[in-house]
């Protein structure tokens, strides 16, 4: 996962230990079942540290959910284990294929949260990160007469790449990301 750069080391290990402590306790049970104090207990910290990293369990799913996409949508990319993007050209279907090779590297905790009902949860921090990096880049949204409100382009392009990664996990990621984004550019052109 990603970290705020300005963290020390010591922080990083804990946040890491508190990620990893719910991605354990989601393939046991339900988001909502969860308590902060299994978090805790999991994590193998004490009340106070959790404190200092978050306010609530949602505010750690939405960290979690931060720390994977915040990398994926930001502007300066990196050479990664599974994947460069750092050279390409931003577009729409690189976009969602950085998305899904992130998501791929995070299987087992995001298959973890998805299959929960923590799913829509998660699944709206990561539409408004979408929906924020489209705002930023319109140009990824293509060419469409000035009569399409933008706002509509906003919602009916970040529904499409929702969906797609929900569709990608309710089929357990079965398909590399390179066939998702095939399938996605494929549907693209033929609404053409």
């Known amino acids: 996962m990603y970290y705020d750069p300005t963290m020390d080391r010591r922080q990083r290990k804990t946040r890491e230990a508190i990620y990893q402590a719910l991605a354990r306790l989601l393939k046991k049970k339900s988001f909502s079942k969860i308590t902060v104090?299994?978090?805790i207990d999991e994590?193998?910290?004490g009340r106070t540290t959790f404190y200092s990293h978050f306010e609530?369990?949602?505010d750690l799913l939405?960290?979690?959910c931060s720390s994977i996409f915040d990398h994926v949508l930001s502007?300066?990319?990196e050479t990664e284990d599974t994947h460069d993007f750092s050279e390409e050209k931003r577009t729409l279907p690189k976009m969602l294929e950085h998305i899904l090779y992130h998501l791929s590297d995070e299987k087992e905790e995001i298959m973890g949260i998805l299959e929960t009902d923590s799913a829509d949860l998660f699944l709206g921090y990561f539409s408004d990160g979408v929906r924020r990096i489209l705002e930023q880049e319109p140009a990824l949204l293509?060419?469409?007469p000035d009569s399409v409100p933008m706002d509509y382009q906003l919602h009916m392009v970040t529904s499409e790449i929702v969906e797609t990664v929900r569709w990608w996990a309710a089929h357990r990621m079965s398909f590399t990301p390179d066939q998702v984004v095939s399938f996605f550019t494929t549907r693209l052109g033929a609404t053409n």
């Open 37 to 39: 104090q299994e978090i």
């Open 43 to 45: 994590a193998d910290i």
């Open 56 to 58: 609530t369990k949602d």
């Open 62 to 64: 939405k960290a979690m």
């Open 75 to 77: 502007e300066h990319l």
């Open 142 to 144: 293509g060419v469409l």
